[in-house]
């Protein structure tokens, strides 16, 4: 049995939310130790998803509610900004700016509203520029169009270089674990035949829709966790820019070096299990919206593949949550959602300030506009 003596926080799972709260905790000098079940980091959403690092383009204006919508929208810019400057090498195709397009011409003044609103950067381009930056577009179809600043990246180049960063921090990250106890005070793991032992402060729990099954062997409870499959088709390489209709149900589609990718605004459909098994009626809603966007050559294969995300939800609705997740579990034990892999910057900030509150014992005294009643908030007449 080998004890990690210095470790004082326990990280279970090692997709983006693990790996990037651990990166911070090591940052701040707490030797995080991330165990992934996983014979390699990084074996779920994190790895299946479109790699698109969102820049609030599409968050802004397809949230209903529109302070969500900017929650979101300028988390994601925070999340964009982060990766980009921590690992800048995982951005694809990074001279080509990618395109945002409306097939509607009634939602522009409400698109180009809630950008400004939340800050987003666009700037509009002509038909004839639409139709150079992406050859394959349909313009026939496309109402307006931007230059955005979403960006493709690579997930395993980050969740690697987070994993590098982790251990250069003090911190350590093991894969094929199997958790025999996980306790404050007292947890232990064997990885490739050897059995290791910590005595963590914290646990934080970032296992993505596996987190119900370590809450209920280890806690016994578990969070109102919902899943949600989502299809991505995947095809040969589409000339030009990374392209995608900001509308409800229609097509997006981003570059993965000699690969396309392609999804869907709003493909989310309500399971009662974690599944990657294809549904191919709803892979079918996909290339339909992706027939109105480009025109893919009819002898290119357009393979489907699935994956389930998951939300929280405190009472019942039929949308899926975007927020950011964390739930106390117990006392010093979080179970953590980053929503979008671009907010799990966002999210790691928040964690790792409970975290170092927690185990340092220093808290800050509130600021006299802390305390002081306000009352309701003054709304302006127009
Ligand atoms: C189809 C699809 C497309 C998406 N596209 C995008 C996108 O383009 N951009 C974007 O920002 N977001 C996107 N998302 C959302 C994003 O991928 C997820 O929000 C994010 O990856 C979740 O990360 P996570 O670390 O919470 O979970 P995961 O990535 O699922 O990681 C959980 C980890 O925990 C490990 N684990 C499970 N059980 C145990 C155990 N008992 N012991 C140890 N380890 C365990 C797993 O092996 C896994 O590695 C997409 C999601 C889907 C499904």
Redesign the pocket.
């Known amino acids: 049995m080998i004890e990690l003596p210095k470790s004082k926080v326990m990280i279970?799972?090692?997709?983006?939310?693990?790996?990037?709260i651990a990166h911070r905790l090591a940052q701040y000098g707490l030797h995080p130790t991330v165990?992934?079940?996983?014979e390699k980091?990084?074996?779920?959403?994190?790895?299946?998803?479109?790699?698109?690092?969102?820049a609030g383009t599409i968050h802004a204006q397809s949230i209903a509610d529109p302070n969500l919508s900017t929650r979101v929208a300028q988390r994601?810019m925070y999340?964009h900004d982060y990766f980009r400057r921590f690992c800048p090498e995982a951005v694809e195709n990074p001279t080509i700016p990618s395109l945002a397009v409306t097939l509607s011409e009634e939602r522009i003044p409400e698109i180009i509203d809630r950008w400004e609103e939340a800050g987003v950067a666009f700037r509009p381009i002509t038909r004839r520029s639409l139709e150079t930056r992406c050859p394959a577009i349909l313009s026939q179809n496309v109402a307006a169009s931007w230059i955005v600043k979403d960006l493709t990246i690579d997930?395993r180049v980050v969740c690697s270089r987070l994993a590098v960063a982790i251990q250069r921090d003090g911190g350590c990250v093991f894969t094929r674990?199997?958790?025999g106890k996980l306790r404050l005070g007292d947890a232990s793991?064997e990885s490739y035949g050897v059995e290791y032992k910590l005595s963590p402060a914290f646990v934080i729990v970032?296992?993505?829709?596996?987190?119900n099954?370590?809450l209920t062997?280890h806690w016994n409870m578990t969070v109102a966790m919902r899943f949600?499959?989502?299809?991505?088709l995947v095809t040969r390489r589409v000339p030009g820019a990374a392209v995608f209709a900001v509308d409800d149900g229609e097509a997006g589609i981003?570059h993965h070096g000699d690969r396309s990718v392609a999804?869907m605004t709003g493909?989310n459909v309500l399971c009662l299990e974690p599944s990657n098994e294809v549904d191919q009626a709803e892979a079918e809603k996909i290339r339909a919206a992706l027939s109105r966007l480009i025109a893919i050559p009819t002898d290119a294969p357009v393979v489907p593949?699935?994956?389930?995300?998951?939300d929280i939800v405190d009472q019942a609705s039929s949308i899926r949550n975007l927020d950011v997740e964390v739930v106390n579990v117990s006392q010093n034990v979080l179970a953590?959602?980053?929503?979008?892999?671009?907010?799990?910057p966002f999210l790691a900030d928040i964690v790792a300030r409970e975290v170092v509150e927690a185990l340092n014992g220093i808290t800050t005294n509130d600021r006299p506009i802390d305390s002081i009643k306000v009352g309701a908030p003054v709304v302006a007449a127009l």
């Open positions: 279970v799972g090692a997709g983006i939310a693990g790996l990037m165990v992934e079940a996983s980091i990084a074996a779920g959403a994190t790895i299946r998803n479109q790699g698109w690092l969102h994601c999340g997930s674990c199997r958790i793991f970032a296992a993505g829709h596996w987190t099954e370590i062997t949600w499959k989502s299809h991505l981003v999804g493909d593949f699935a994956c389930t995300k998951v953590v959602f980053p929503g979008k892999m671009t907010e799990a």
